[in-house]
């Protein structure tokens, strides 16, 4: 079986053209070229909050913060926070859907609407990152761009016009951040436990082993089908409930056929387990939760960190998948956005529960953000701690 640690800030996998894939790096967000400006004098008012410089200031400093923006195949994400002891606290987010990976199943392209979607909410997070403190950011994409044709001509034009260098990173490098990310949400147990990621274009499965700070990692696959990806790849069947249902079979029957070598792999380590845990991480099991719940409106504080019994996720994604769009869009946090995508992922997860049959759901609204800040956060104070050293053995001398 596949084996490696995360998080291992000099780990290197293998390169995709369009960019560096599996390392954690000082990703400025680099600003597009303007004409210079004056700077305002003293007393002008002017915040270094919301300074659009990168000063080089000592990493000890509270003030500092760091930037996670992940560009996937249906959303684009931001996150920017400041350590606060061991954890962070987040002083600004922005998420939007873009579906930048609409469409690419049948043309293995980013058409033009997708791009212009995704550069929009570019631009919106290169103002952001102009305005906080930031010291260190990564911008990564994922499964659309590694897939496109044009991923790489994508990715120069969204550094020529927003200043931000998006990172194509492997799907290892993804399953790596995600478990980063939220492993801290598993609950507590003995024995191997199962990751997933549900994204727009690829799903991940990651076998971990729990203890100490990050968990082992043992095995792990990713198949490029997500929720976009797969809903564009087993069409609609036609407008009777048992069409639907018949799609919805159809959909789990690919995910399940996909995993098939992981399947195989993880018998052993799934039949020896005396308590199956099962951790999920996507914008799938955190909208499921909330209709859970009864939610009139997604609340993250109930559902990150929830625990719901598996036969309850597959009976809501059982209805979901029954009914016409048009009802699943007046659904409270569903709504359209969502309406047509949500069924994919409702197949996807019962799959994984197929796969990983858990009695228990832990639902965790965090991932490859948050696996990117503790990854910014740790490299940089171990840099900190070295020039410490350094100084120090110098004044010995």
């Keep these: 079986m596949a084996e490696f640690s995360p998080p291992d800030v000099h780990q290197k996998s293998g390169r995709k053209k369009g960019g560096k894939s599996g390392k954690i790096a000082d990703f400025r967000f680099k600003r597009p070229s303007r004409p210079k400006q004056a700077r305002p004098e003293k007393g002008s008012g002017a915040s270094r909050e919301n300074s659009s410089s990168f000063p080089n200031r000592h990493p000890s400093s ?12 249906n959303n684009c994400r931001l996150l920017i926070a400041r350590p606060s002891g061991e954890n962070f606290t987040v002083i600004d987010a922005f998420s939007r859907v873009v579906r930048l990976g609409e469409g690419l199943a049948q043309s293995g392209r980013l058409s033009d609407q997708s791009m212009d979607r995704a550069l929009a909410a570019l631009t919106v997070c290169a103002e952001k990152l102009r305005r906080r403190n930031v010291r260190l950011a990564r911008s990564v994409a994922t499964e659309a761009c590694r897939r496109a044709t044009n991923g790489a001509e994508f990715i120069e034009r969204v550094k020529n016009e927003t200043g931000i260098a998006l990172d194509i990173i492997s799907a290892q490098e993804e399953a790596r951040l995600a478990v980063l990310g939220c492993h801290i949400l598993l609950e507590s147990g003995e024995g191997p436990a199962v990751i997933f990621d549900i994204g727009g274009g690829s799903t991940e499965l990651v076998l971990i082993e729990p203890g ?78 909330s209709v859970h719940l009864g939610l009139p409106q997604y609340d993250r504080k109930a559902v990150d960190g929830l625990i719901v019994p598996s036969a309850s996720m597959r009976e809501i994604s059982s209805e979901l998948a029954a009914m016409p769009m048009s009802e699943r869009g007046t659904l409270p946090c569903i709504g359209p956005d969502r309406a047509e995508l949500v069924v994919a992922g409702c197949a996807i997860l019962e799959a994984i529960l197929d796969i990983w049959p858990a009695p228990e759901l832990a639902v965790a609204d965090r991932g490859i953000r948050e696996g990117i800040l503790r990854s910014l956060i740790a490299a940089d104070h171990e840099g900190e701690q070295a020039q410490r050293a350094l100084r120090e053995l110098k004044q010995d001398r």
């Design 62 to 73: 509270k003030r500092q913060a760091y930037a996670a923006l992940d560009l996937g195949t």
């Design 212 to 289: 100490g700070p990050v968990p082992r990692i043992l095995d792990w696959q990713s198949v490029p089908y997500g929720v976009v990806s797969l809903s564009d790849t087993v069409p609609r069947m036609g407008p009777t409930q048992e069409d639907r249902r018949a799609r919805y079979r159809e959909m789990q029957r690919v995910l399940l056929e996909s995993f098939a070598p992981f399947i195989e792999r993880i018998a052993g380590n799934r039949d020896a387990a005396s308590h199956i845990r099962l951790l999920g991480t996507s914008g799938t099991v955190t909208t499921l939760a």
